[in-house]
């Protein structure tokens, strides 16, 4: 009786959200200009329903992986650090997943917590340190879009930006060690007898049991966050802050002529920023260094932003609003200190 009652709590939270959202498209849609049903439809209706799709592939690959038993084998890639930093071979498994779905791997992890094989601290470490797979998973995109357009200004960018993503993994894995050697750890058996794979008769029963569940409870979150960042951001909120967050930060350590790669590029549209860089070095204004120190400042500038706007519906579907935000904030928090970190070295040591 319990379990149904929460069933049809779950589904009523599902329908409130849904009300909700409805009351503030149909306010964007009276009240906003430029807000009109094809602007919803295909500016906000077609991310969002793409954003759910894969969410709800990252819940189904999640599931598949831990319930046919090939966590264990996942788990052999980044084991021994893993087991260093005091997470375990659950949080190692779903770190090799994301070099290939960072939704899948949230989505384990979140399963991993609630079904209690992980703790809260070791669910807020391992998904910091999925950083270093997302960067990777990401990279060959990136690296083409930069490299033409800023030569080795680009090389130095990237260079820059692993070595923060390095220095903030290796102390992630220190602070690991050190905070969570102690704690309980989701094993899976990695030198003992492997678990027994459970055929897909049970896969599916396990889904069909779930899935519904963890579906309704994500979409509940994720459409009224994302549909209210989408009327935050065509009210100009983004533009402004990331124009007045450059302003304030790049007038007083760079060139003038650096703010415009900036704020052309990121506040912008990406690979512009890059563009306007290349252009800004061919014509002499600025030097490598200037290039590169400028794109490092513009990402420390942007990215927060855009993490908010793209980032914080799906994390806070895939996890809960109040958990997902503090994730997100951490992650930014730390991503931005080791770019600082990385760039002030660089423009001191390199003339």
């Known amino acids: 009786m319990a379990r149904h009652r929460s069933g049809k709590g779950g589904y009523l939270k599902l329908w409130v959200s849904l009300s909700v959202t409805a009351a503030m498209i149909v306010a964007g849609l009276v ?16 991310p969002l329903l793409r954003l759910i799709c894969f969410i709800s592939m990252g ?9 046919t038993g090939w966590t264990r084998h996942l788990a052999k890639v980044a084991g021994p650090l893993f087991r260093f930093a005091g997470l375990g071979d659950r949080c190692s498994a779903a770190f090799t997943t994301a070099f290939v779905s960072g939704v899948a791997s949230n989505a384990m992890l979140y399963g991993f917590y609630k079904d209690g094989s992980i703790t809260r601290r070791q669910l807020f470490m391992a998904n910091l340190l999925n950083q270093f797979p997302a960067y990777f998973l990401h990279l060959p995109t990136t690296f083409f879009i930069v490299i033409p357009l800023v030569g080795k200004a680009g090389l130095v960018y990237f260079g820059l930006t692993f070595a923060a993503l390095m220095l903030r993994s290796t102390l992630l894995l220190i602070v690991g060690h050190l905070t969570l050697s102690g704690e309980r750890v989701g094993e899976c058996s990695v030198d003992g007898k492997a678990p027994t794979a459970k055929g897909w008769h049970s896969v599916m029963e396990g889904l069909a049991t779930r899935f519904p569940k963890r579906v309704a409870n994500i979409v509940t979150w994720v459409i009224p966050i ?4 989408f009327f935050v951001h065509r009210l100009g909120f983004f533009d402004f802050m990331n124009e007045a967050l450059a302003h ?13 790669v900036v704020v052309l590029g990121f506040t912008a549209e990406f690979s512009s920023g890059f563009a306007a ?15 590169a120190l400028a794109l490092v400042i513009g990402n420390i500038i942007a990215f927060p932003i855009r993490a908010v706007r793209h980032q914080l519906p799906r994390y806070a579907g895939i996890f809960s609003p109040v958990m997902g935000t503090q994730i997100l904030l951490i992650g930014q928090c730390l991503r ?3 770019l600082m970190t990385a760039g002030v070295l660089y423009y001191f040591l390199v003339p």
């Open 31 to 46: 009240w906003m200009d430029g807000v009109t049903p094809l602007v919803v439809a295909t500016r906000m209706g077609k």
């Open 59 to 67: 819940l189904v690959v999640g599931q598949v992986i831990e319930s």
């Open 226 to 229: 994302y549909v209210a960042i």
């Open 277 to 291: 860089a290349g252009a800004l070095l061919d014509a002499g204004v600025l030097t490598v260094k200037q290039t």
């Open 336 to 338: 931005i200190f080791s």
């Open 248 to 260: 304030l930060a790049i007038s007083k350590i760079m060139p003038v002529e650096s703010l415009s």
